[in-house]
């Protein structure tokens, strides 16, 4: 059965300092993309980064990287500078490409950056 | 540009109302979906529609009906709802449903905030 874990369910970082959010995923399936969304207390889900399972390199995509370590089956992810508009709740997300490509959201973690 | 629009913001209805939730999106994708978001949970999957024909029900009550009437639109349908499905309604869009990144990731619209009273 597919799962993600996310154990944090809260982080605090200070503003301009880097932070790291964790994620580790289970599957069969060898093929399968990683997600990280972002949620405002707005609602709406922003998608930050993706990772393919065949992808040799880690994501990156400005301040957010994906550290994505296969064998260890996590999927962290990494923001740089933090700003207080990264204030927010972030979902790792798995889509594996068989079982109807369904697509599964880890608990979340909600991040505080302080002034 | 990623896109995805859901009207209403909020609404609000009883037991007994029929109401509609639209989603649309007009970035050519093939695939669309619908979640339902409980307050401090991640979405849960609720419908996939893939070239406007339902691909996955993830046995969802029939009180919730979906229809896909073109390849840019998405409703939901509500009719005699609990108080219990009180969410934030979230609607997506893919390229598709398989492929590589592009055809995997999911653009999400900011919801509808439902309250059924």
């Known amino acids: 059965a597919q799962k993600i874990t996310q154990t944090q369910p809260g982080m605090f970082v200070q503003e301009k300092e880097a932070v790291t959010l964790d994620c580790t995923y289970d599957t069969s399936d060898p093929s399968y993309g990683l997600f990280w969304y972002k949620q405002p207390s707005s609602g709406e889900m922003i998608f930050l980064i993706y990772q393919g399972s065949y992808d040799q390199q880690n994501a990156t995509e400005g301040r957010y990287s994906l550290n994505f370590q296969k064998a260890r089956k996590s999927a962290n992810l990494v923001i740089s500078a933090s700003q207080l508009g990264d204030s927010a709740m972030y979902f790792c997300?798995?889509?594996?490409?068989?079982?109807?490509?369904?697509?599964?959201f880890g608990a979340g973690t909600r991040l505080f950056v302080k002034a | 540009d990623t896109e995805v629009t859901q009207t209403p913001k909020h609404l609000v209805m009883g037991m007994t109302n029929k109401k509609s939730l639209k989603c649309e999106q007009h970035?050519?994708?093939?695939?669309m979906y619908w979640y339902k978001q409980k307050a401090k949970k991640p979405p849960e999957l609720m419908f996939v529609?893939?070239?406007?024909?339902?691909?996955i029900n993830e046995s969802v009550p029939s009180r919730f009906s979906p229809e896909c009437p073109n390849s840019s639109l998405l409703n939901l349908h509500l009719h005699a709802l609990q108080p219990e499905d009180s969410a934030l309604y979230l609607c997506?869009?893919?390229?598709?449903?398989?492929?590589?990144?592009?055809?995997?990731?999911?653009?999400f619209g900011p919801g509808t905030r439902l309250t059924v009273l």
């Open positions: 970035m050519g994708h093939r695939a």
């Open positions: 997506a869009s893919s390229e598709g449903l398989a492929g590589g990144p592009l055809g995997n990731t999911q653009y």
């Open positions: 997300a798995m889509r594996v490409n068989t079982g109807g490509f369904k697509t599964i």
């Open positions: 529609y893939s070239y406007e024909k339902l691909s």
